[in-house]
């Protein structure tokens, strides 16, 4: 089997487990699971995606005739991240989240502003956790794990930071986040009070770890040798299920 259909079997198992467990939350049910440095979102029933400079909407009630709705604005726009009726924006000089209550038309509703940095985003009730990679591409920047609080989401307001040498993509399981952090591993933090992140421990497997899934109990984390795919039921302890090599 080659990694590609690998990655995609996999994927479709998350998204279908994440699918069914929010059945309740018909805007998350219509919309598979992607990890934080993803460059596309689907969210009831529209796709998103961005590139360097623009935000595209797309009607994909039909699958299989798609219909391009709108483009907006995005600036050094680098990764998304869909979550309510929000799309958490992660750029080079900030995050900007945009308000999708109308889903055909994504509009600015507000902005935290960083030195240049790359910046991926996700988002969870009234916090927002970024990671900022400081790097001759990237930006001088401190690197590290930084906490918004966007109870205000047109004024998120900078909370923590975390200082941490590489990190990557991120991902949140109810009160654990898990940050990737290429060759230095993947960092474990309690967030159950987000704006004082506990470090808990550190997994480590010989690899570059890039980013992660979250689906139910299981994680999916891509690294620089193919997925690893952890147990976590006991959120702060995962167990290693299974490695898929390139």
Same mark, same amino acid.
């Given at each position: 089997?080659?990694?590609?259909?690998?990655?995609?079997?996999?994927?479709?198992?998350?998204?279908?487990?994440?699918?069914?467990?929010?059945?309740?939350?018909?805007?998350?049910?219509?919309?598979?699971?992607?990890?934080?440095?993803?460059?596309?979102?689907?969210?009831?029933?529209?796709?998103?995606?961005?590139?360097?400079?623009?935000?595209?909407?797309?009607?994909?009630?039909?699958?299989?005739?798609?219909?391009?709705?709108?483009?907006?604005?995005?600036?050094?726009?680098?990764?998304?991240?869909?979550?309510?009726?929000?799309?958490?924006?992660?750029?080079?000089?900030?995050?900007?989240?945009?308000?999708?209550?109308?889903?055909?038309?994504?509009?600015?509703?507000?902005?935290?502003?960083?030195?240049?940095?790359?910046?991926?985003?996700?988002?969870?009730?009234?916090?927002?956790?970024?990671?900022?990679?400081?790097?001759?591409?990237?930006?001088? %920047? $401190?690197?590290? /794990?930084?906490? #918004? &609080? +966007? *109870?205000?989401?047109?004024? =998120?307001? @900078?909370? !923590?930071?975390?200082?941490?040498?590489?990190?990557?993509?991120?991902?949140?399981?109810?009160?654990?986040?898990?940050?990737?952090?290429?060759?230095?591993?993947?960092?474990?933090?309690?967030?159950?009070?987000?704006?004082?992140?506990?470090?808990?421990?550190?997994?480590?497997?010989?690899?570059?770890?890039?980013?992660?899934?979250?689906?139910?109990?299981?994680?999916?984390?891509? %690294? $620089?040798?193919? /997925?690893?795919? #952890? &147990? +976590? *039921?006991?959120?702060?302890? =995962?167990? @290693?299920? !299974?490695?898929?090599?390139?």
């Amino acid at each position: 089997m080659t990694l590609t259909i690998k990655i995609i079997t996999i994927l479709a198992i998350a998204s279908i487990a994440t699918a069914c467990s929010k059945s309740t939350d018909s805007r998350s049910s219509q919309a598979g699971t992607g990890g934080s440095l993803a460059k596309f979102t689907i969210s009831s029933g529209y796709l998103y995606t961005v590139n360097y400079s623009e935000l595209k909407s797309y009607d994909i009630s039909n699958p299989a005739a798609p219909v391009y709705k709108h483009t907006a604005s995005a600036p050094q726009a680098q990764t998304i991240f869909s979550y309510n009726d929000n799309l958490f924006i992660g750029a080079r000089d900030g995050i900007f989240i945009y308000d999708i209550s109308n889903p055909s038309k994504p509009t600015l509703k507000g902005q935290a502003s960083h030195l240049r940095a790359c910046d991926p985003v996700i988002a969870e009730g009234t916090y927002a956790y970024s990671t900022l990679q400081g790097s001759s591409t990237c930006g001088n %920047v $401190n690197p590290g /794990l930084y906490v #918004y &609080d +966007i *109870t205000n989401i047109m004024q =998120p307001v @900078l909370k !923590q930071y975390a200082s941490m040498p590489k990190p990557k993509g991120l991902g949140l399981a109810q009160n654990t986040l898990y940050v990737c952090g290429e060759e230095y591993g993947m960092t474990i933090f309690d967030v159950s009070n987000p704006e004082s992140p506990k470090e808990k421990k550190v997994l480590k497997d010989d690899t570059s770890y890039q980013d992660v899934i979250v689906a139910e109990n299981a994680l999916i984390c891509y %690294v $620089n040798s193919g /997925l690893l795919l #952890y &147990d +976590i *039921t006991d959120r702060e302890n =995962p167990i @290693l299920l !299974q490695k898929i090599n390139q």
